[in-house]
């Protein structure tokens, strides 16, 4: 008889934590419990899994008993945080440390970049992962790129609108930065493999569909339509400029959860497209490992198969619900 | 023909650095090159270099043209700059992508430590570490340790006094934490074959001798010497608080260089014995290579080699030329 391990999701109801979730359940290796803040209680979204028999622990995390009661037996935490909350896991550590969690999973799961200074996205997960490694707690750092679902343009015609949350078609810089793409709905596949394999501990990795440039993208995305698209080019000067005013609007309000953002979507195209950090090559030099070749008898959704499913009017648009 | 490396050395004339300097030497693998700031121009040791037929650039590292020059067509750019100088290096990164050095082995030579948060020391090595992994340059992070030459006890004789910076023989915590120890005279040795390989690019390698508690150390020293090590002790708890005193006395002038270095010492013993950081199992933990499996040709020289050479006066205190 296998015994299954034993998971605590944080953030399962964020797009990210419900890949996983999905791709935890999907695996059949896991007994999976759900760790949700008493503000998030009542959300439908919760309530969801709840009906689906998962066992939701509703707790405090400035609560370090409630937190030992929850991490108690836990072989692997995943926390799949949001971007807002990445420091919030510092409080979790000494607890996973104490209740003896085999593996954490930090909230990582973005593009490849260097460790500080590029982007405050990635520097404030480096503080976490500092953290993690001045306790000594076994982690597996878990990157996916850029999800298929914010990396096509829009077409003349308008019909991906519908799945896009700004419809736009900007290409940046040349074009030619290649990136490193991971269909969302399959983070969660490309989880429940790397979380079960010894060969990740204390490692980095990242996961990809296909590395494509948005030259590349455009043309996969014209020969499925049979349109044009029409670019609208941005320089990285341009990139460059939205980085320094989105820094600056942040520094006069430096909690703003909708400056931050600001300052993340541009701080992400400048490490894609001007650094041209988020590719294979980088991730290779920064130590990661390529999951693709760890798991060769997994195919994951190629950004073909999306688009085509995006074009028949079947794709959800992120952040929706 | 083999084409030699060409090495650029900065702090040849440091500890570390004279033993890099006379390891390279020995390998017959590299042409070297020395880089002194103007301030050491006319050192005894700096001369002592020229007369080996060494080429010295004496060059303000402040001057990017001056270093450009200096850093044309080197293979390899070591730093072994001293403790207080550690920050300096951040100046010559630019121009090393810039000239297209292959590697650079920045200034690390220390214990093993968490990246953050456990050392002052390692805190200031781990923010170059971060610039040069953001200008992606290749690199080798070498960490040797701690020296068996300020690693061993006084005896009630006093015979082994005459080598050591402050003698004594205190015992820290139950004596038991295990250490990564190196001869100061095999670092350079070490550094010549990991700087010639492959595999330890874009890596952490540490190096050893042996791997030896206080309470082994102790046991060679009164086996080899037919006396009885008198130990000392020092709590976990006096080793936090004068931590702690160092931390407070710091922050009263926190560039004064004696400051800094009472705080490193009394962070590295509190690495050492109370955390238990410099250990083959934490440095496997944070991905180093083991210098030890990757050359089984080479033969460090032992505990026990180095302590027959202290008791037959053969050995020279360090940090006294």
Known sequence: MVVKQKVLLLGATGETGASILK??????????????????????????????????????????????????????????????????????????KSAGVKRIVPCAFITVAPPR????????????????KFLGIP???????????????????????????????????DG??????????DVGRFVARIIYDDRTLNKYVYTYGDILSENEINRIAEELSGEKVEPTPMSNEQIEDSVAQAKAALSQNPQDPMKRTVLYISQYKHSKYV???????????????????????????????????????????????
Request: net charge negative; with cysteine.
């Open 275 to 321: 650094r041209k950090d988020n590719s294979p090559a980088y991730a290779d030099y920064l130590g990661y490992l390529d999951a693709r070749s760890l798991y060769p008898e997994f195919t994951p959704l190629s950004f073909r198969e999306f688009f085509v499913e995006v074009l028949a009017g079947k794709m959800k648009k992120v952040y929706s619900s």
């Open 23 to 96: 791709g935890l359940q999907e695996s059949g290796n896991f007994d999976i419990e759900v760790l949700v803040r008493p503000a998030s209680k009542n959300k439908p979204s919760v309530q969801k899994i709840q009906e689906q028999g998962i066992k939701i622990w509703c707790i405090d995390i400035n609560e370090s008993s409630d937190l030992m009661s929850a991490l108690s037996g836990v072989d692997v935490l995943i926390s799949a945080i949001g971007p807002h909350g990445l420091l919030e896991q510092k409080k979790l550590l000494q607890a996973a």
């Open 139 to 173: 982690y597996t750092i878990i990157d996916v790129g850029y999800w298929y679902q914010i990396s096509f343009p829009s077409l003349p015609s308008g019909k991906v609108d519908y799945a896009m949350i700004v419809p736009n078609s900007t290409i940046h810089g």
């Open 176 to 185: 030619t930065a290649p990136n490193i793409l991971t269909d969302l709905r």
């Open 117 to 132: 200074g590029a982007m405050l996205l990635r520097d404030e997960k480096e503080e976490v992962y500092n953290d993690i």
